[in-house]
């Protein structure tokens, strides 16, 4: 089984600059993902790791640390729309399915 | 490309009722969906794995004989809330990858079904 702990909240301020970290203790682990989710709205995709290092997508980035069982987000020059929650979520050798973060609540202030 | 239909988006019923919601892949055909509830500011939590033409796969905890789930088509799945009680008022959102994606591909989710049983 998977789990993945986040921090429930993040405050910022627009133009920053944010980091979301994310921990798991998994068997199988294969890859993370990230994805953004509006109160009342479907979760996103924004980006996935398969290999330890940096993606890039435009303003959102995501890093993976196998050894370290750590991952994070990072969100540049940020926007009052960035406000949201986001979820990191694991997939693992044994089954297709997400397992998802704790999430964290990212309110952007101006 | 890559979308997911959920109908219906909100549904409000009596407790002892039954309550369907459907996930349909518009563009791509799936396999495999699945299902997740959601309660609010909490995570998403995987209720079962849908397969086309055969039994669904519940997670540890999840009543198969309370959420009913088919999987009919390659486009559709649907999951039947049986005798519904307050206590199974959630967000259920389902998804699904692309059939021929790979673990790296993305899940695509649908709008999600707000239900409230009263």
């Known amino acids: 089984g998977q789990s993945l702990e986040q921090p429930s909240e993040v405050t910022a301020v627009e133009g920053a600059i944010v980091q979301i970290n994310c921990t798991y203790q998994t068997s199988g682990f294969y890859g993370l993902s990230w994805y953004q989710q509006h109160d009342g709205g479907a979760p996103t995709f924004l980006s996935y790791n398969g290999l330890d290092g940096l993606e890039e997508t435009g303003r959102f980035s995501s890093f993976l640390s196998r050894s370290d069982s750590y991952g994070y987000l990072l969100l540049q020059e940020l926007q009052m729309k960035d406000s949201a929650s986001y979820f990191c979520?694991?997939?693992?050798?044994?089954?297709?399915?997400?397992?998802f973060g704790s999430g964290t609540r990212l309110q952007v202030q101006p | 490309g890559a979308v997911v239909s959920q109908h219906p988006s909100r549904v409000i019923c009596k407790s002892g009722t039954s309550v369907k919601i459907e996930c349909r892949s518009l563009?791509?055909?799936?396999?495999?969906m699945f299902w997740y509830r959601q309660f609010p500011k909490q995570s998403l939590m995987l209720m079962a794995t849908?397969?086309?033409?055969?039994?669904?796969?519940?997670e540890q905890g999840v009543e198969k004989d309370k959420f009913l789930i088919n999987h009919a088509s390659l486009t559709l799945s649907t999951l039947t809330v049986t005798s519904a009680h307050p206590e199974d008022s959630s967000f259920y959102i389902c998804s699904a990858r692309v059939m021929t994606g790979t673990m790296d591909s993305p899940l695509h989710f649908g709008n999600g079904t707000r239900l409230t049983v009263t």
């Open positions: 979520a694991a997939s693992d050798t044994g089954r297709r399915a997400l397992t």
């Open positions: 563009d791509f055909q799936a396999t495999t």
């Open positions: 849908s397969n086309e033409g055969s039994k669904a796969t519940y």
